[in-house]
């Protein structure tokens, strides 16, 4: 498995863990720091933190789904078209 492939696995599934753990330790469990009347500040933090972990799994979803391209292989070169071409040259 290539290196790039795991690196996005472990993109996605970190950038969803820490999306998870901000609304749960957050907004869930009630023992939030911020009162409501600081949900001004908080809820666009959110909405930000969101946006940011989005876009991290999208990064790695696509660097975990990519497929890897074959390396071109070299073109052959036959013995007549040598003999051809040296003929033509003398």
Request: proline content about 6%; glycine content about 14%.
């Amino acid at each position: 498995m290539n290196m790039s492939r795991v690196l996005g696995g472990l993109l996605c599934i970190g950038s969803g863990l820490i999306a998870v753990a901000h609304i749960y330790f957050g907004y869930i469990t009630g023992n939030s720091l911020v009162p409501p009347q600081g949900l001004a500040f908080a809820l666009p933090v959110t909405a930000m933190l969101l946006v940011a972990t989005g876009l991290g799994f999208w990064l790695g979803w696509i660097m975990a789904t990519t497929k890897e391209a074959e390396p071109a292989q070299a073109p052959t070169v036959d013995e007549e078209d040598l003999s051809e071409g040296e003929a033509g040259e003398e």
